[in-house]
């Protein structure tokens, strides 16, 4: 019976990766900046971090004015290459067909900056990173962590790099909700918003999912209470398992259909047997087994659970357009019509806040049947918005077209 | 950490309920045929499986014409105690809303017949059984079985009883799979057929639940590779998984934000931790923790794979029509509108194809906002149609009304 769990034979190659990923969580590939015992970042849970560091990349240059910088905020898994090779997977940049030279977010007009999230595996502090006061790994004596954590971190990073205000804000799914809290935290240094496929609020729904996944984590016995790290263990199955359940909700019931339907596996006939006979089923363990390579258990519970504490209204009495009074930012909210994670819904939900607070917002529902995961794909009309947005923006905000006699 | 993770403190009960759950694997409270070795099951994974057993429960009296026998088919953990206390969680039948006395399926007019499903595991052979060669459960030497074994071996039943023809099969989800089955295998002997909340296939999203399901079991090492049983241990963890995420998609995002919606479970606050905080979080731990004291892991393996083989078009070159060319049967299709997990859109096939097979059938798609579970709970236009279609086809069929000068 061992095809029909999760094993991998020679995992020589995995092995070398993981060693690569624990040495990233405190020695990123990327840039960072380290802020000492005496600059900590006082976190929700009312503790106070510090030393703490937090990892980025950056792309194009910073004009003179510093008026030209871009904050792309990355979603759950994701991380600060963007649109450059991930060190760990050898893979190009999560968002490098939506940023880059000539890209929508075009880096040869604008200054484009990503940041490992709090909490997070590559750089920025999280579990993987180690704890000063003893040397070992944080695990789960890291205080947990929120989104507005999350971008109180990033604004310590923009203050560092002397950017007063940025010129957008953008991301996708938690990327998006990151974006929201910009606009409500910092509204003042936030020119342009734009969050994508993302909500408000977890739902109850997206919680019961999170809660899915931490359970087949804890679940491992070779999580080990969190301290897998110190007793060389991988809690590699339950993360695994959590990796897959997430999966199923980043895509649509019509894309799995049109890619897989019920297509089986290198083979003629079922089986008769658990071995992975349908091509899904082959899809989701390979989801699985390569996503722990890349990823820390311990960070997937804490930025599963930074998005499920995530409820803007809730710190404004109940009112979402409360928490955008005032506010001097543009924006365009963008979903997806097959994307049942965060359904327009809540997009609609944000959109009607901002209007009620007589905020400048467009909507866009982008046509499209691939669901969550669209806004990581090659969606034309999601480039096409991107784009105009940005180009208006810019213009109101005078900068620049570059070679033009501005 | 501890509470963290599913446990329970004094679970004697528990311990109590499992010896129990063991025992009607082989001995059920209820009714049960065993037959000898001499009357083997051929089933469709070319194995001859004998001595087997099958486990059922009746309600009602078979009339002296023997034509007023309804089964009713159940779900994936559904159970033969449709009408009756479930002799393990001292519960009431559960669907003991729809069949009894005076009811849609009404008890004083109908003999009601709900047996376990092969590769279950309250009496009916499953992998919990005892192996009659080993003397120990079968496990995962059990031949894997598919939707259309069960029909055979409930069709095995129905000649034991001495009823001819059925005058109706009744089943929602995985029930309505095998109503669907028994139409195609067996036209003549079902004289009309209600599929609820059901679909002719096992859509990629479907089996891509049910594969995070086996993965979640497999992955626990207390599963020992299917020999848990002969260890003394249980795959508690992986199926308290399993159920979870199979319980997100059983409700609806609508339900479940009226039921939940982000309401924290007896306190005021967040916690900033891993403990349920939330309602939602508490509610799905609860299902995992007494599923897994109700079924069998193993058994969990083997109805979630049959229900993945489903495909009746397959057997018929692709043509779901000319699955049910020729039927006799009358049949109702109903679905719900906000289940998501075997949408309206799955009936509708159903109904297109019998329609292009010239056959009687007409389609319900109740309004609900609660999802797949709809079918088993408290919907008032499911009850009046199924009231009204059992009564017209009565009718047809020439059955008496008790009390009437017939």
Chains 1, 2 share one sequence.
Not at 185 to 192: D, L, N, Q
Not at 358 to 371: I, K, L, M, Q
Not at 381 to 406: H, K, N, Q, W
Request: aromatic share 10%; with cysteine.
């Amino acid at each position: 019976m061992t095809k029909s769990t999760i094993t991998a034979g020679d995992r020589s190659d995995a092995e070398i990766i993981r060693v690569a990923a624990r040495n990233e969580a405190d020695n990123p590939s990327s840039k960072r900046v380290v802020f000492d015992a005496g600059q900590p970042l006082e976190l929700d849970a009312g503790a106070s971090l510090g030393p703490w560091q937090i990892a980025y990349e950056t792309y194009g240059t910073l004009n003179a004015e510093r008026s030209n910088a871009i904050l792309v905020c990355h979603a759950l898994t994701g991380d600060q290459y963007v649109a450059s090779e991930n060190p760990i997977t050898g893979k190009p940049g999560w968002w490098s067909l939506l940023v880059g030279p000539g890209k929508p977010v075009d880096t040869n007009r604008f200054f484009v900056i990503c940041a490992n999230v709090l909490g997070g595996c590559l750089g920025t502090t999280g579990p993987a990173s180690t704890n000063p006061d003893t040397g070992k790994p944080w695990g789960l004596e890291l205080p947990v962590v929120t989104i507005r954590d999350m971008v109180r971190s990033q604004a310590r990073l923009i203050d560092h790099l002397g950017i007063e205000t940025l010129f957008a804000v953008i991301g996708g799914s938690m990327g998006g909700m990151q974006v929201l809290q910009w606009a409500v935290s910092y509204p003042e240094r936030v020119f342009a918003a734009l969050p994508i496929a993302a909500a408000a609020r977890h739902s109850s729904q997206n919680i019961a999912f999170h809660e899915v996944g931490r359970q087949a984590v804890m679940a491992d016995p070779d999580w080990a209470h969190g301290r897998y790290h110190e007793q060389g263990l991988r809690p590699s199955k339950g993360l695994a398992v959590a990796r897959m359940a997430a999966h199923i909700t980043y895509l649509s019931d019509a894309a799995l259909h049109r890619k897989f339907g019920r297509n089986l596996q290198d083979r003629e006939a079922i089986t008769f047997g658990f071995d992975a006979d349908f091509q899904i089923e082959s899809y989701l363990r390979h989801q699985g087994m390569t996503f722990v390579d890349r990823f820390d258990a311990n960070s997937y519970l804490y930025v599963t659970r930074a998005m499920d504490y995530f409820d803007i209204a809730a710190d404004f009495d109940g009112s979402l357009a409360r928490a955008f009074l005032h506010s001097p930012t543009r924006f365009c909210v963008m979903s997806f019509t097959s994307d049942w994670l965060f359904p327009t819904s809540e997009s609609k939900a944000v959109v009607r806040a901002l209007n009620a607070s007589a905020a400048n917002v467009s909507f866009v529902e982008v046509e499209s049947d691939r669901g969550h995961d669209a806004f990581l794909l090659d969606e034309p009309e999601m480039f096409r918005t991107v784009d105009g947005f940005l180009t208006g923006a810019a213009c109101a905000r005078g900068l620049a077209v570059p070679g033009s006699a501005a």
